[in-house]
């Protein structure tokens, strides 16, 4: 094969006096001058300036490359140069091929001012071309810190022996409460696209013990907010014999993980977001206090915030909650009648749950929620029973407390949400490729 070389690699300086070639796709044009022009091109790593001369190219070609429209897809062979120009080294071309060209009646519509004008990507227009959004250098930066993310909660899980295990994502019961469930026609019958891996992980858990996944999950929300998609990527873990303190500690575990590993692999790209890295150096080193649910119910009292003991934080709360702390914060205990059936009751005061949320700092909020399981046949039919929630599709889930049961629990972690946060972005959609949400399902 053919030696691959990368725009990065020019950048940082590697092929200085090398021959090289280059494979990319044309992200400015300067100059258009009878004899010289200058086209940046760019790849997966970087954008680099090629100096295109009449007089080394011959005229052929040069007039392709002067006809190539932002976007036109080239492989340009030269010499690189370290000059003292601020981008440092460019190319000196001395052949230049359009593969793919641009339609002049069709030019790319997305231009730097076409963003600046969307105030950062926000406007339906961009929304509309996101297919082609994805190459904006702000689009790209944000797709490596996703993978980022990715590899490091997989690394998380499989460096501490867990297993990777897939639940259905068709499925007959909701886990999170019917109001955003989405209802599909399933051969006559319904059936409903999963909220969560949960509770077929739960029936996996006496034979894997500690088990994960990241995969979507889907919720129909039908509020349009900054932190909900209706498709989103869930990392999830189950852990036999756990207690609420225990599923916390890799809760803590795999986000400090996830944050150590940005600062190794993407500080660059962080810093191109305008992230402060000490801050998260901070995410990364300090611990994460924990507060019970109550002591945040005075907390926002306090503030004048209008909440009544019994009620779920919803984002409102949580940003005013979240706003001046400097790392996340563990709210536990939430009450009883707060939380779905699943959720194992305090043994030492059963008006609360033995239960946690995960909030994000500077305002940003829940990122992880989770505890620990009511594990006991009993206690999940007085449980489901008490939320008024039909037995019969829950038969499945019940019979693993029937044969066997043991302490156990686990959290789900949104992972779009904590890319949402790293990067500092304002709102969900920036962080995925393709969002979902209530009125939106293309492109
Ligand atoms: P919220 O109260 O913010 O709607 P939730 O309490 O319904 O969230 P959980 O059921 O605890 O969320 O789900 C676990 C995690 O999945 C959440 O902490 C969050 O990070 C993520 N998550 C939940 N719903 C969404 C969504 N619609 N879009 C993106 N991420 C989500
Ligand atoms: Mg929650």
């Known amino acids: 094969m053919a030696k691959q070389y990368w725009i990065g690699d020019v950048r940082s300086g590697v092929h200085d006096g090398e021959e090289v070639e280059l494979k990319g796709w044309v992200h400015r044009t300067r100059g258009g001058g009878k004899k010289i022009q200058f086209v940046v091109l760019r790849d997966s790593t970087g954008i680099v300036q090629c100096v295109v001369k009449k007089d080394v190219v011959g005229d052929s070609c040069f007039d392709d490359v002067a006809n190539a429209l932002i976007e036109s897809s080239m492989i340009v062979r030269g010499r690189v140069e370290s000059t003292d120009r601020e981008h440092g080294h460019e190319l000196q071309v001395e052949s230049a091929e359009v593969v793919g060209p641009v339609n002049p009646d069709r030019p790319f519509p997305i231009t730097e001012s076409a963003m600046t004008e969307a105030d950062g990507g926000e406007t339906e227009f961009l929304l509309d071309n996101r297919h082609l959004y994805l190459r904006t250098s702000r689009m790209t930066t944000m797709l490596k810190l996703r993978s980022t993310v990715f590899g490091a909660i997989h690394s998380y899980f499989r460096d501490r022996d867990f297993i990777e295990y897939q639940a259905p994502n068709f499925v007959a019961g909701a886990v999170e409460g019917g109001s955003t469930l989405f209802e599909v026609p399933y051969f006559g019958r319904k059936a409903y696209l999963t909220q969560s891996w949960q509770l077929y992980a739960e029936a996996a858990m006496p034979a894997l013990e500690r088990l994960y996944t990241m995969a979507p999950s889907f919720r129909a929300e039908k509020s349009r907010t900054r932190r909900h998609l209706t498709e989103f990527w869930h990392a999830e873990m189950e852990i036999a014999w756990a207690s609420n303190e225990e599923v916390m500690e890799h809760g803590e575990g795999v986000v400090r993980h996830i944050a150590r590993k940005m600062l190794d692999e993407r500080s660059e790209e962080l810093s191109e977001l305008g992230r402060d890295l000490e801050v998260i150096a ?4 300090s611990p994460y206090p924990r507060m019970r649910y109550d002591e945040a ?3 926002l009292q306090s503030k004048g915030v ?3 003991w019994g009620q779920d934080l919803d984002y409102s709360k949580e940003k005013i909650l979240t706003d001046d702390f400097e790392v996340p914060h563990f709210l536990t205990h ?3 009648i707060a939380k779905p059936f699943y959720h194992r009751p305090d043994p030492e005061d059963p008006k ?5 949320d995960l909030l994000a700092p500077e305002g940003y909020g829940e990122i992880i929620g ?4 009511t594990w006991s046949e009993d206690e999940i039919l007085e449980r489901i029973d008490e939320e008024g929630t039909p037995r019969e599709p829950y038969e499945f889930y019940i019979d693993i407390r029937r044969y066997g049961g043991v302490p156990h629990g686990g959290f789900g972690l949104g992972v779009d949400r904590v890319c949402t946060w790293l990067a500092g972005a304002d709102h969900i959609r920036e962080a995925i490729p393709f969002p979902r949400d209530s009125r939106r399902v293309t492109p």
């Open 282 to 285: 901070g995410f990364a080193d």
């Open 297 to 299: 119910v005075d907390a």
């Open 306 to 308: 209008e909440i009544e």
């Open 334 to 336: 939430y009450p009883r």
């Open 352 to 356: 609360y749950v033995l239960c946690h």
């Open 370 to 373: 989770g505890g620990e399981r």
